[in-house]
């Protein structure tokens, strides 16, 4: 039984990630399960900077007072299996640039994600060799319009159809929807918390677990912090990250009392340490609308 935290090492974290990796860390632990850091560099195992933004990553979680259980996985380093895992499932080259799904298919989801009307799913050979010489294809699971439904802590249930979705793009990287799945099934998660963002691909990745032969773990999808515009807090909001708060004059112990606070976990600037916050968590009442984050 393992919670995970799972960043992707684009940037720095900022104010609504770390408050994400508390709420895992505070429910694995309330939960009495481990909680495994995985570092999701897929798209960034060409990047020479990746390595070191990771590393500010763990440091950052480590300064709120963030323990992990296990080594630090990191999945430039787990292709194979990514591989292997593929070769399992029933799969389509696809050959469709974002432009063709667009104009085929229906109306993207709030999401911005537009379901895959199945274009190439019926291509002959002869048809696939002469698309190949264009472009290199993307690879989809055939899903057969499979019905998935999920329980997330604070959203409750939710049903989506299951679309033909990327497990391989046409760069030969495996898809964030594969290898998110496929280390979790691996490191026997039963417990992911993460953004709201990724509540609508929890049917998809759900289905994918029960695929390749894992169960579904229960769901909590913290809301989103946004800046004072009402927009998804970026890095490019200033003074979000813990080394710009920290020129500021604002400390990891006083980030760690705000997002408290903003969890309703602790009064306005009251001093804690995480491990004093797990007898006052209850997921139940965590905050459902979105976190608009302090300016400096
Ligand atoms: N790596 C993803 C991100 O940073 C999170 C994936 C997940 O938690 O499922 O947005």
Redesign the pocket.
């Known amino acids: 039984m393992a919670g ?5 090492p684009t940037s720095a974290l900022h104010l609504g990630n770390l408050r994400t990796a508390l709420v895992a860390w505070l429910l694995a632990r309330r939960t009495g399960r481990d909680l495994l850091l995985r570092i ?1 560099d897929l798209d960034q195992q060409r990047v020479a900077a990746a390595p070191e933004v990771a590393a500010g990553q763990v440091a950052d979680l480590l300064a709120l007072g963030l323990t992990f259980d296990g080594p630090i996985v990191r999945q430039s380093q787990r292709l194979p299996r990514y591989a292997a895992a593929v070769a399992q499932l029933p799969t389509y080259e696809c050959f469709c640039t974002r432009r063709e799904i667009a104009e085929a298919a229906s109306a993207p989801h709030g999401d911005g994600y537009r379901p895959y009307p199945g274009t190439c799913a019926r291509l002959t050979a002869s048809e696939r060799a002469r698309r190949r010489r264009d472009r290199p294809p993307a690879l989809r699971v055939r899903a057969g319009g499979a019905v998935e439904t999920v329980t997330d802590l604070l959203a409750g249930q939710m049903s989506a159809v299951v679309d033909d979705f990327v497990v391989v793009r046409n760069d030969g990287v495996p898809a ?1 929807n594969l290898a ?1 799945v496929v280390d979790d099934v691996a490191q026997g998660i039963d417990q ?1 918390v ?2 709201d ?2 509540l609508s ?1 929890s049917p998809r990745q759900a289905w994918l677990t029960r695929q390749l032969g894992g169960s579904v773990a229960q769901y909590l999808h913290v809301p989103l912090a946004v800046n004072a515009e009402g927009r998804r807090l970026a890095k490019r909001d200033q003074a979000v990250t813990l080394a710009e708060l920290t020129t500021r004059g604002i400390n990891a112990g006083r980030v760690l009392s705000l997002l408290a606070h903003s969890l309703g976990l602790a009064g306005p600037d009251e001093p804690v340490r995480a491990a004093d916050l797990i007898g006052r968590f209850e997921p139940q009442q965590l905050p459902r609308a979105q976190w608009v984050a302090p300016q400096w």
Do not use: I, T
């Open positions: 995970r935290f799972a960043p992707s999701e964030y998110v992911v993460r953004g963002d990724l691909s």
